[in-house]
């Protein structure tokens, strides 16, 4: 039935959707070496309004262990480096009055294991958004019963969603698996 399959594609989009931003989250988690990616949600006030970092600045990594920043307008230059001290990320940048370059120490056990936890909870969440869509089909698969859509027709496409949910969820321990090795890496 249409309606079905309809629902069924919503619900792999969806998915689609959740592992999608699991990437984008554990990008922000750094493995040791510098990635423009570590700044992303970091936001300075510009002309009265919160702007992200990439709007208004070109972030850069000269090598494995620096991230340069130069603003697109040189009076900014100032926001941005007091964004980036006042900021949890645990950078100190230093300002040239051009660039301001910002030096990403090794990371010791401690915070590796730190981030590995991160990446923990990352994982979690997606998992649990990809739960909640599963449920959310299923829910919509089995109101289609009471528009008269046989029982066993909604019961096999609730296998199907079960099946979908699974291989999701294989992948985003995949994508668990990488990360924790980048993470762990010396």
């Given at each position: 039935m249409e309606e079905i399959e309809l629902y069924l594609d919503d619900a792999k989009d969806?998915?689609?959707?959740?592992?999608?931003?699991?990437?984008?989250?554990?990008?922000?988690?750094?493995?040791?070496?510098?990635?423009?990616?570590?700044?992303?949600?970091?936001?300075?006030?510009?002309?009265?309004?919160?702007?992200?970092?990439?709007?208004?600045?070109?972030?850069?990594?000269?090598?494995?262990?620096?991230?340069?920043?130069?603003?697109?307008?040189?009076?900014?230059?100032?926001?941005?480096?007091?964004?980036?001290?006042?900021?949890?990320l645990g950078f100190s940048p230093s300002n040239d009055g051009e660039f301001i370059r910002i030096s990403v120490p090794p990371l010791n056990e401690e915070?590796?294991?730190?981030?590995?936890?991160?990446?923990?909870?990352?994982?979690?969440?997606?998992?649990?958004?990809?739960?909640?869509?599963?449920?959310?089909?299923?829910?919509?698969?089995?109101?289609?019963?009471?528009?008269?859509?046989?029982?066993?027709?909604?019961?096999?496409?609730?296998?199907?969603?079960?099946?979908?949910?699974?291989?999701?969820?294989?992948?985003?321990?995949?994508?668990?698996?990488?990360?924790?090795?980048?993470?762990?890496?010396?």
């Open positions: 969806t998915m689609d959707g959740a592992i999608k931003h699991l990437i984008i989250e554990l990008g922000k988690i750094r493995a040791g070496k510098a990635s423009p990616q570590m700044l992303e949600g970091l936001q300075i006030e510009y002309y009265g309004s919160m702007t992200p970092i990439q709007n208004v600045a070109t972030i850069n990594t000269p090598d494995a262990r620096t991230l340069a920043i130069k603003p697109f307008e040189k009076k900014i230059i100032n926001d941005i480096e007091k964004a980036i001290r006042n900021s949890n915070r590796r294991r730190e981030l590995v936890k991160r990446a923990k909870n990352e994982i979690e969440t997606a998992k649990i958004n990809v739960r909640n869509i599963r449920q959310d089909a299923n829910n919509s698969l089995r109101k289609l019963t009471k528009e008269g859509v046989s029982e066993d027709l909604v019961k096999s496409s609730e296998e199907r969603v079960q099946k979908l949910t699974d291989s999701f969820v294989a992948k985003i321990e995949q994508i668990f698996s990488v990360k924790e090795k980048e993470i762990m890496e010396v």
